[in-house]
């Protein structure tokens, strides 16, 4: 008996002017709603071929914390909001309409709270713990990216009033995002191997001033020490694994020497269940 999926929202970000949604392979039908955000605040929702979109948000955005803003607004006007997840994906994303079928799928029967697909080997990106690894079907992970996150409705609407505190959205996906885990009970993260996607532009936040005068790694900062004191606020028990690899990591242009070192020997680990592995071919 097929498992019945809740619906979900995809959001898909426009710059007004390109094609919308021209990164999505129209292949299928889709099993969730699409809202399209015009980040340049002046189209009109446009009329898409063999898709139907449910929702248009058209507002002047700088990057990804004021679409997140913008997008818990809209839905906080909305009555009863009968989605399960809500998508937000970057317009240079490419993605087919049947993995994101497929995705919404794996979350579901996987029970996860936030998650992500993994990134194409020829993708842009900054981290590589997200990049595709053949043979999983998911990983847990402790935080996914702001380019093509997933959160479950119920996180999604309680980070939503913190949303204000990054332009860019850096640190809303490595702080705030697994503080309000924390705080709700609701910890399944993973990032879903079985999909791929691909990041198809350079990164653009790197070194940006923002209109508020800060980068981006000055607001990831500013945000580690808000969810600090958010923890101590709402007095939100968290162990010490977490502090350890959510909190008390720290984010700076290049890759400290100490992660570095602390890489060593999951390469050894790597390495030998590689050797094991080819031995039973």
Known sequence: MQMEQQKSLVVVTW?????????????????????????????EQPIIEK????????????????????????????????????GILDDDIYFSIADLNKLLFIAELEKLDVF??????????????????????ILKAWWVEIMSPFYSFGIFKEAGQ????????????????????QLLNKTNTAVIHAVQMKHCRPIRTDGRVF??????????????????????VKKIHVDNDFMENVLNKKYVYGIPLRDKIKRVLPMIKNLYQLIVDASYR
């Open 211 to 232: 209109s508020n005068g800060k980068t981006n790694l000055q607001e990831i900062q500013e945000l580690n020490t808000f969810c600090r004191e958010l923890i101590s």
């Open 162 to 181: 913190y949303f204000d505190k990054s332009i860019s959205g850096t640190g809303i996906d490595v702080y705030l995002i697994p503080t309000i885990q």
């Open 51 to 86: 898709i139907t979109t449910n929702h248009f948000v058209s507002v002047k955005s700088e990057c990804k914390g004021d679409i997140l803003q913008n997008t818990y607004h809209y839905l906080s006007k909305i009555e009863h909001i009968p989605y399960k997840y809500i």
């Open 15 to 43: 710059d007004g002017i390109s094609s919308p949604l021209s990164c999505i392979l129209k292949d299928t039908i889709p099993n969730f709603d699409i809202l399209i955000y015009d980040y340049s605040g002046i189209a």
């Open 116 to 137: 992500q697909a993994s990134l194409s080997h020829d993708s842009y990106y900054n981290h590589r713990n997200f990049i595709h690894k053949p043979g999983y079907q």
